[in-house]
């Protein structure tokens, strides 16, 4: 694994511990350092397999 990647993984990583808090995607975005929310979910989606958004509802519902 690159730095690089092991960096994403680990931004992702804090994300999805701040979404399940359910804290707003733009706020989780800044907060683990992405440059925008759009960049945090196409990252997200990559990784996890499904958008933040969905992520953050299903955790919300449950």
Known sequence: MTPHSYQLQAKVRRAHMLL?????????????????????TRTYKSIMGATPGKFRSAALAA
């Open 20 to 40: 399940r808090l359910g804290q707003p995607i733009a706020d989780v975005s800044f907060a683990v350092g992405f440059s925008d929310q759009a960049h945090l």
